[in-house]
Structure formats: C-alpha cells, structure tokens
C-alpha cells in the first residue's frame, strides 16, 4: 500500500492540466479544532455545522461512513480521505453528508460501485478520479454540482444517468481520461454514454464535448441549442426545393448538415427560407434532433419525410 502522503501528493497530480495547480477551497476548510480525534478506523475533525472525515485507516473491504459521532452529524468527506485505498471495494456514504472533498476517493481502484446520497450538494475536484473499477454511479435529483475532473480517468464506467436538476457539472468531470503520453490531453473513454434530459446541464455537457448522448424525455423541445423557425413570409428562394436541402442545390448531403449544425452552435446564422428548410422535422425550432434526422438521412438509415 502506497504511503498516504505521497498518495495524496500523486493523486493531486490529476488534475493539474497546462499549469500549477491550486486547491480550491471547500465549504468545510475552515476547521474549529486543532487536532483530529479518532472513530473506528476512521479520523475526524469538529467543522461548522459538524463532523468532516479527514482520513481513513481501513485498507480493504467495505467502509460505512457513521452519519454521526458523537452525536454530530458526519456533513463532509475531507480532501484525500480515502486516496489510494485500492483495496476498498463499496463505500457507504450517508444520507448526511453535503461536500465530497478534492481527491476524497480517488486511486480507489477496487471500488465498484456509489450512491451519492440526497443530502451531497458538491462532489469537488477529483474527487473519485482514477477509481478504475467503479462502473455504477448513482446521482440524485437534488441540484447537486460536479467540479472538474471529478470522475475523470473512471474508465471502467460507461454509463451515468445525470438529472435535470444537477447544477454544475466541471471540465473533464465524465467521460474523460488523461492521455498516457507527453500530449497529457483530455481523451475520450471509449463506450462512454451519458443519459440526461433535455435543455439540463447534462445535455448542454455532453453536447459542448461531443459525447456520445441518451435523451431521457426524447418528446421535448430543444430550447437550448434551438432557433425557432420564422413563419413563411411569402418568400421564394428555394421554397419549393426538398426538405433538407438547407442550401437550395438540389441535393441532401454532408453540406446542409455542416449549414445547420453551424446555425445550432451559433457560428453562422441562416437566413429565413433555409431555416425553414432546415427544420426537417417540422417542430418549428432548428435543433440538433434535425441535424441528428438529416445525418440519418444522408446515411440512408431513415429517409426524410
């Protein structure tokens, strides 16, 4: 087993990408007791509101974290508790904790599974980074925020269902792992699926980073990445040509893919007939779901209507 020290200074590492890093700081940083006490094989400090876990001394097997000690409630998970414990394989966390520290979990290479409790409003950076077997994390709906980095190199985990009511979520924080080479790049873990709702932080994630997407509620409207589509005002260049041909040519192909997906990032507007033509769909809004149909198309999966 690594030394916890050095454990901790090689787990900060992680998430130190194109500069130094400096450690941010948590809602329970500021101790009100001098030294840790001791509970079990866990140590603890007296914080605002009540007890933080700073280390643990449980080297195997399964860990439950108290929700209280000493009749305070356990409300924070410190930076690096449980770092490099690689052979920790399940950790219950209780239905009182709201801060996941900097690298609390991190190098946990033998844990599985998490359930963030309704209580956990910030998991920090780093957080549960490098737990290389972790494959099932459960998130709840509750506004909970994701720094940077806060599963990141969790290459094992190929699926994260996020609510519509998570209310950050960090670079690199899903689906992402640090490039084994002197790049030191952000790569994309292969297989990796995010589920998330429509217009949510999650959606608006996994789209900025091209990562492969599930919608949950596939019957609402894209408002965030959506243009509503003008009424028809009479005009005719290139009403008449087929649905889909965003540019008037004649044809549906890669280029009126790139003319809506330009128009759906905000990189180059269109103008009134060919947002009309664009909207494939005909919901009256140019979204990703009709540059999603037209690539269909274009593919011969499923042809336009």
């Given at each position: ?46 914080v ?44 219950t ?6 801060e ?10 033998g ?78 873990i ?38 509503p ?11 008449s ?7 008037g ?7 009126d ?42 593919k ?6």
């Open positions: 087993m690594m030394n916890k020290k050095l454990a901790a200074v090689l787990t900060a590492a992680i998430f130190v990408f194109g500069g130094a890093a400096v450690k941010p700081e948590t809602a329970f940083d500021s101790a009100v007791t001098a030294s840790a006490d001791s509970y079990g094989d866990l140590e603890y400090e007296k605002s509101g009540g007890i933080k876990i700073t280390q643990c001394y449980q080297e195997s097997g399964k860990v439950e974290i108290p929700s209280a000690i000493g009749g305070a409630k356990v409300v924070a998970i410190g930076d690096d508790a449980f770092s490099m414990l690689d052979g920790i394989t399940a950790v966390i209780p239905n009182t904790v709201k996941i520290g900097v690298c609390a979990f991190s190098g946990c290479t844990l599985k599974s998490i359930v963030l409790p309704e209580s956990v409003k910030n998991v920090h950076e780093a957080a549960f980074a490098d737990c290389t077997s972790l494959s099932a994390v459960t998130v709840p709906d509750n506004g909970i925020a994701f720094a940077s980095e806060a599963f990141l190199g969790c290459t094992a985990l190929k699926s994260v269902t996020l609510p519509f009511n998570v209310s950050k979520i960090g670079t690199a924080a899903f689906g992402f792992y640090i490039k084994d080479d002197e790049s030191a790049a952000y790569g994309n292969n297989g990796f699926k995010l589920k998330c709702y429509m217009n949510s932080q999650a959606y608006i994630y996994a789209y900025d980073n091209s990562l492969s997407y599930e919608i949950l509620d596939p019957d609402t409207i894209d408002t965030t990445f959506s243009t589509v003008p009424a028809d005002d009479d005009t005719t260049d290139g009403e040509h087929t649905n889909g041909d965003v540019n040519d004649g044809l549906v192909n890669v280029t893919i790139s003319l809506v997906a330009g128009q759906v990032k905000g990189k180059k507007k269109l103008e009134a007939p060919r947002l009309r033509r664009a909207d494939v769909n005909k919901d009256d809004y140019v979204n990703v779901t009709d540059i999603v149909l037209l690539a269909a198309h274009v011969g999966i499923r042809k336009l209507k």
